[in-house]
């Protein structure tokens, strides 16, 4: 599959040292993309593409409760992939509820809130006939937001997570940034080393789905989250709709 979408585009991958992350680079590689990947690692990242060819990469790092130090990159960032997160399984201790709340749902809204303030400053020219493409925001909430998954702080923060966007999104979707919430089942990695899926496998669906323009992207073995999952963002996004109201 080739997609012309992401030829020439500046994408900004979290998490990019994980699994998922490093699939997606790759896959967005193969489109032509330019990649910058987000980790709080400081190993260096290298990444070969099918020829067995060093990808080209900016690497840059960055901790959680820091995104405003990423605010000079984002600014040049034509899609931002939120993909970071942790899971501490079966514990319910004190700190690893603050650092599962911090990580999975806190430091995502805040990086959704940075993103958004960008595209909403950019500038397009009146008339101008072809306009730079919408930024676009893809934030993986996990299948985890509707579904069990064995680990009840990963749960918890992911719907925290996935409730978030679904608020902030009726205030910064609009023409200059688009918005895709990445419902994805279980994949083989460092966090769920039994996932059903390969990583890759996941990458590649996801930019499948993405061609299609779908802004609710899943994928994943259980037919019930391909049912589920519409109805709960549909109706979610109508009781925010009613109950709330936006600032000013």
């Given at each position: 599959m080739r997609d012309?979408?992401?030829?020439?585009?500046?994408?900004?991958?979290?998490?990019?040292?994980?699994?998922?992350g490093q699939a997606l680079l790759r896959q967005l590689h193969e489109q032509g993309a330019y990649l910058i990947?987000?980790?709080?690692?400081?190993?260096?990242?290298e990444l070969l593409d099918g020829n067995g060819q060093p990808i080209p990469l900016q690497q840059i790092r960055w901790q959680c409760g820091k995104e405003e130090d990423l605010r000079s990159v984002l600014a040049e960032v034509?899609?931002?992939v939120i993909n970071h997160g942790v899971n501490f399984h079966s514990e319910r201790s004190a700190e690893a509820v603050q650092h599962s709340l911090e990580v999975n749902a806190l430091s995502s809204w805040r990086l959704l809130e940075l993103f958004g303030s960008l595209a909403a400053a950019d500038a397009w020219p009146a008339g101008?006939?072809?306009?730079r493409p919408p930024r676009e925001l893809w934030m993986?909430?996990?299948?985890a937001e509707i579904q069990a998954?064995?680990?009840?702080?990963?749960?918890?923060?992911?719907?925290?997570?996935?409730?978030?966007?679904?608020?902030?999104?009726?205030?910064?979707?609009?023409?200059?940034?688009?918005?895709?919430?990445l419902v994805l089942g279980p994949f083989r990695s460092a966090l769920n080393p039994i996932g059903l899926m390969s990583a890759d496998f996941v990458a590649r669906e996801v930019l499948r789905q993405v061609h299609?323009?779908?802004?609710?992207?899943?994928?994943?073995?259980?037919?019930l989250t391909y049912l589920l999952m519409p109805i709960t963002t549909a109706s979610r996004w109508l009781y925010f709709q009613l109950v709330s109201r936006k600032a000013g």
């Open positions: 012309k979408s992401f030829h020439a585009r500046t994408v900004a991958v979290t998490g990019a040292g994980g699994s998922l990947a987000l980790t709080s690692s400081t190993a260096p990242l034509d899609i931002l101008d006939a072809s306009p993986n909430t996990s299948e998954a064995v680990s009840p702080l990963y749960e918890i923060s992911k719907r925290l997570q996935g409730q978030l966007l679904s608020l902030r999104s009726l205030d910064l979707a609009g023409p200059q940034l688009r918005l895709r919430r299609w323009n779908c802004g609710l992207v899943i994928v994943t073995p259980n037919p």
